[in-house]
């Protein structure tokens, strides 16, 4: 509820109540510049250590799937001859191959970004532990 005062030098104040002050400060802090505090920081890097790995990996499971899916096609719908089906056959050995490398390949990524922040990482943590 919303209380108006007028005091003698003619001026005009406006107060909130609770409810309403508190409603004002979440629209407020929606518009103000946030600050990152140092475990958002610590939190983003450690999120930003994995995000080249998964591409990676998320790029040759797809690659991989899409080649098994064509050598699969080779072998049961275009199955004119014995160099399809053969081709076919050796192109999903390839996209299993491709699957199969995607995992690993997701785990040495990481490890090098990991590597390459650790000291931010350490020095962050550290600071927090303090």
Same mark, same amino acid.
């Given at each position: 509820? #919303?209380?108006?005062?007028?005091? &003698? !030098?003619?001026?005009?104040?406006?107060?909130?109540?609770? /409810?309403?002050?508190?409603?004002?400060?979440?629209?407020?802090?929606?518009y103000?510049?946030?600050?990152? !505090?140092?475990?958002? &920081? @610590?939190? &983003?890097?450690?999120?930003?250590?994995?995000?080249?790995?998964?591409?990676?990996?998320?790029?040759?499971?797809?690659?991989?799937?899409?080649?098994?899916?064509?050598?699969?096609?080779? !072998?049961?719908?275009?199955?004119?001859?014995?160099g +399809?089906? +053969?081709?076919?056959?050796?192109?999903?050995?390839v996209?299993? #191959?491709? *699957?199969?490398?995607?995992?690993?390949?997701? *785990?040495? *990524?990481?490890? /090098?970004?990991?590597?390459?922040?650790?000291?931010?990482?350490?020095?962050?943590?550290?600071? @927090?532990? @303090?």
């Amino acid at each position: 509820m #919303a209380d108006y005062v007028v005091n &003698k !030098t003619e001026s005009f104040e406006f107060t909130y109540s609770a /409810k309403q002050q508190e409603e004002v400060e979440r629209i407020r802090s929606k518009y103000l510049p946030k600050e990152e !505090t140092k475990m958002e &920081k @610590l939190i &983003k890097l450690d999120k930003q250590a994995e995000v080249p790995g998964q591409i990676a990996s998320i790029a040759a499971g797809v690659i991989g799937t899409l080649l098994l899916g064509l050598g699969m096609t080779c !072998t049961m719908v275009w199955n004119t001859s014995i160099g +399809v089906f +053969v081709a076919g056959i050796l192109i999903g050995l390839v996209g299993i #191959a491709v *699957i199969g490398i995607a995992y690993p390949l997701y *785990i040495n *990524i990481t490890k /090098k970004e990991r590597a390459k922040i650790a000291d931010q990482i350490i020095a962050l943590s550290e600071e @927090l532990s @303090l």
